[in-house]
């Protein structure tokens, strides 16, 4: 006995590893299916060893399906979720649409599971953004033990982060870096990404900050504690895959690095590598394909009181976006849903 299963934006990067991630996790599925845009009906995609052909989002019926995950983008979110979750569906969202509202659960299920239970609410469920994701990830155990006070975050984050066409503009510019007279041209991104990083993601808000920041400070306040001081500087790396983060912690009470390590160690979600030695540490080509949130560079931050520096990479398709939601919905049929 399983669930009715729906997989929104199948054909895209997020969607394409959500279908992977189902099947590799053997999550308990008596029916699939699998649904794209008019443009992309028909294509044939993979879930575990069936191919399963896409059908059309925007006249599929969901009564009698248990859980649909989006990855659609906001603008086909904000007309699809409704439908589904008027027919009874339970939406997990991978879009940015729902993530605030406050009547809707933003939930990382190594941080806040119990989140999940407020799904009756609307009948839908936020994914956060792929840089939270992994960030409270490590943070969590962290802070049940000293209690955070201000987090200072620095992010490298991975084109895949912006979707395919940004993947192919880093891949073309740097091919095309070697091709004599061969012009370099950014499309997807503001400047060119090849051999280079930007310092912008999303638009510009008018204090400064970029909505990615702003995203990194409202989810973390809303998954983790809203008395959380964060301050994010987000930054595009000409990396395919895997986000990383500089990150350092200031806490109410004083926390050893040694300790910092075996609370990570023994953290749900996360994988220690941390030796102060060349290359004892995880870098995002490392990471990519795997569940985990990778943390190194674990050590003490001299010019405060109760500082902690590291490192932090993950896969941002699988943890922080595919995995989280695949996740998500294992707890959601864990403590909700009946099966069958």
């Known amino acids: 006995m399983g669930y009715r299963v729906v997989v929104a934006g199948a054909t895209g990067n997020v969607g394409r590893e959500m279908l992977n991630i189902l099947a590799e996790r053997e999550f308990p599925v008596d029916d699939i299916a699998a649904l794209a845009s008019r443009k992309s009906l028909g294509t044939e995609v993979s879930f575990g060893d069936r191919t399963l052909k896409t059908k059309d989002l925007d006249t599929f019926d969901f009564a009698g399906w248990d859980i649909a995950l989006f990855a659609v983008g906001s603008e086909a979110t ?32 190594e941080v806040n599971p119990e989140a999940v239970e407020q799904y009756t609410n609307k009948m839908i469920i936020a994914n956060p953004n792929c840089s939270t994701a992994q960030m409270v990830v490590a943070l969590k155990p962290l802070h049940d033990r000293a209690k955070i006070k201000r987090v200072v975050v620095s992010t490298y984050q991975s084109v895949s982060g912006a979707g395919k066409d940004a993947m192919d503009e880093l891949w073309n510019q740097t091919k095309g870096m070697y091709v004599p007279g061969q012009e370099v041209t950014a499309k997807k991104f503001t400047k060119q990404i090849a051999f280079n990083v930007i310092p912008h993601i999303d638009v510009f808000l008018e204090d400064g900050q970029t909505k990615e920041e702003w995203k990194m400070v409202a989810e973390t306040k809303k998954i983790l504690d809203k008395a959380i001081k964060v301050t994010a500087t987000c930054v595009r ?83 922080g976006a595919a995995l989280n939601a695949v996740q998500i919905a294992e707890v959601l049929g864990n403590r909700c849903l009946k099966k069958g």
Request: glycine share 6%; aromatic share 8%.
């Open 237 to 319: 790396v000409p990396v395919f895959v895997g986000h990383s983060e500089s990150i350092n912690i200031e806490f109410e009470d004083h926390l050893d690095e040694a300790e910092a390590r075996d609370i990570l160690r023994e953290a749900p979600g996360v994988l220690v590598v941390d030796k102060r030695e060349p290359g004892g540490y995880i870098t995002p080509v490392e990471c990519v394909g795997e569940y985990a949130t990778y943390v190194s560079r674990i050590r003490q931050d001299p010019t405060i009181d109760n500082g902690i520096n590291l490192w932090c990479v993950s896969d941002n398709l699988r943890k």
């Open 78 to 109: 904000k007309i699809y979720a409704p439908r589904a979750a008027a027919a009874g569906c339970v939406v997990i969202d991978n879009s940015s649409l729902y993530r605030y509202d406050p009547a809707i659960p933003l939930v990382v299920p």
